[in-house]
């Protein structure tokens, strides 16, 4: 039921971006330059398939939509795996029981196992040389390996140091109570083997680069999925976008 569900779904978000600066992609593109390519994977993987109804774009959190069987995959941070829950909710309150299924990020044939690494970050506020220390003397703590592994057997973060990763994760795959949390630590196990991480370059601009980008990318999906439901030919539509997206 959630499949049949999914396949017309569609959510409008109408509104219009501001590219302040005109060369963002080519900037992008060399940031990023395994997962940006608007000639190649990018587009065919993300905006052709938005055109004919198979991805959903929002901007809300996909959990939000998986959760009332609007969607029935989706592709995230490993922040979010308790979101998801174990069950939908359908229009009129009727329930179902779900049971995730977690897998490493898909890879196309014959390509490089790549996936970006990010993430939320602590930072120390200007204070008086007393609170400061206490404050340094906490993140040592709470990123110590007994600690954070405590810390993501409950929440499905990952671990911050290699050490923790390579010694401690097998255990806390073990004693995690949640099965969500089980297969992800297992998932994040094999990819941290198997992948290559791309970590974001340190620069002033990335903030502003990635949202342009990313609002760029969700118009044009939305511009062209209108397009197709009003009966324009999906290939046509794709390469008129195409030629005109931001270079």
Known sequence: MC????????????????VKDP???KKMARLYPIAVGIDG????????????????VIDEYASSYFKTGEIVAALGSTAGVRYYGDTVTYPGNDKESI???????PVLSGAKKVALQRGAGFVVA?????????????????????????????TGY???TKQAF???????????????????????????SEYHFVVPP??????????????????????????????????????????????
């Open 126 to 154: 200007h204070s008086d040389p007393r609170h400061e220390r206490a404050a340094i003397e906490f993140l040592k703590w709470f990123t110590a390996a007994e600690q954070n592994l405590r810390f993501i057997r409950e």
């Open 202 to 247: 340190v620069q002033e601009n990335l903030a502003r680069l990635t949202q342009d980008y990313e609002s760029a990318i969700k118009q044009t999906m939305r511009e062209g999925r209108q397009r197709v439901l009003s009966g324009e030919d999906a290939a046509t539509v794709s390469a008129e976008l195409r030629s005109g997206f931001p270079r």
């Open 166 to 192: 390579e010694t401690g994760l097998d255990a806390e795959i073990q004693l995690t109570q949640f099965s969500d949390v089980k297969q992800q630590l297992a998932v994040a196990k094999q990819m941290h």
């Open 99 to 105: 049971e995730l299924s977690i897998v490493p990020y």
């Open 3 to 18: 499949l049949e569900m999914a396949k017309p779904f569609w959510r409008l978000i109408l509104g219009s971006i501001a």
């Open 41 to 56: 994977f990018a587009w065919q993987v993300g905006v052709d398939p938005a055109l004919v109804g198979g991805i959903v």
């Open 23 to 25: 060369t963002f992609v």
């Open 158 to 160: 990952l671990p911050v």
